[in-house]
């Protein structure tokens, strides 16, 4: 009976690794796709996180008071982005809230490897600041 009950749960635990394997808790992405990555800086007393998400083809941009923390919600943002194949684009940010969040945001092809510079230009709360963040897709 013992060899028995082994043989059932070595059974079921052989045919749940494929289960476990499919879902989120079983796959984890190290820089290839799927990966979002944040970026901080903080200039005039504006802090600005920028979040890549490959697997999405979005940027987005959180800008919030340096000294209260309270969201940006208006202003201007404006990014050129130098891409691995070296050329440039230009993009608005547009600003959005997404549920408790509020970002500015944008699709931007991800699909090349190597780095991406961004230099952002942002215009809120009566300052003009400038965030030069980089990421590199493996």
């Known amino acids: 009976m013992k060899k028995l009950m082994q043989a059932v749960f070595l059974t079921l635990f052989l045919t749940a690794i494929p289960v476990f394997a499919a879902t989120e808790h079983g796959r984890h992405d190290h820089g290839d796709t799927g990966q979002v990555v944040a970026a901080t800086s903080t200039e005039s007393g ?6 890549v998400n490959r697997s999405n083809s979005m940027v987005d941009l959180y800008l919030a008071d340096a ?3 309270a969201s940006v919600t208006s202003g201007k943002v404006f990014a050129k982005i130098k891409l691995p194949n070296g050329k440039t684009v230009e993009k608005e940010l547009m600003g959005m809230k ?7 945001m944008n ?32």
């Open 98 to 104: 997404m549920g408790q969040e509020y970002s500015f």
């Open 107 to 138: 699709s931007l092809d991800l699909s090349l490897k190597g780095k991406y510079v961004f230099d952002i230009s942002v215009t809120a709360e009566g300052k003009n600041s400038r965030f030069d963040f980089m990421y590199t897709a493996k």
């Open 46 to 51: 504006i802090k600005a996180t920028l979040k």
């Open 67 to 69: 000294g209260t923390g």
